[in-house]
């Protein structure tokens, strides 16, 4: 019974150690591609989370024409694995968005280094 518990429990907190180690890649480290890279964790973790919101033990594919009739009640959600496929669309644009920018303040300061970017300010 207590296994049954961990291995239901155990992709949530593969999730949150993959939130953990997102947050504080973003949070302290200096290089941008640093934190792209924890910014691409975080995205990671919200899939994985999607992805297990949706598993259902036994369930079967919502196309599946020929499955037998005690599975409609024991149907797996299609939103779900829609909303994930639609976050990878988000997170490869959003990526490519953030090196995009990062290339461009390389070539105006010659660093990644947060602490030496922030001249900026006026």
Same mark, same amino acid.
């Given at each position: 019974?207590?296994? $049954?518990? @961990?291995?239901?429990? *155990?992709? *949530?907190?593969? +999730? /949150?150690?993959?939130?953990? =180690? #997102? *947050? !504080?890649?973003?949070? *302290?480290?200096?290089?941008?591609?640093? +934190?792209? @890279?924890?910014?691409?964790?975080?995205?990671? &973790?919200?899939?994985?989370?999607?992805?297990? =919101?949706?598993?259902?033990?036994? #369930?079967?594919?919502?196309? !599946?024409?020929?499955?037998?009739?005690? /599975?409609?009640?024991?149907?797996?959600?299609?939103?779900?694995?829609?909303?994930?496929?639609? %976050?990878?669309?988000?997170?490869? /644009? +959003? %990526? &490519?968005?953030?090196?995009?920018? /990062? +290339?461009?303040? !390389?070539?105006? !300061?010659?660093?990644? $280094?947060?602490?030496?970017?922030?001249?900026?300010?006026?």
């Amino acid at each position: 019974m207590n296994g $049954d518990i @961990i291995a239901i429990n *155990f992709p *949530f907190i593969i +999730v /949150a150690l993959l939130l953990a =180690l #997102g *947050f !504080y890649t973003i949070g *302290f480290k200096k290089n941008l591609i640093k +934190v792209v @890279i924890g910014v691409e964790i975080l995205e990671g &973790a919200v899939n994985m989370f999607l992805v297990a =919101l949706g598993y259902v033990k036994g #369930g079967y594919a919502p196309i !599946y024409t020929l499955a037998p009739k005690k /599975a409609v009640g024991n149907m797996v959600l299609p939103t779900p694995q829609a909303l994930t496929l639609t %976050s990878i669309v988000i997170g490869v /644009a +959003v %990526s &490519a968005l953030m090196l995009a920018f /990062a +290339v461009n303040i !390389y070539r105006h !300061y010659g660093t990644l $280094d947060v602490t030496k970017i922030r001249r900026l300010r006026g």
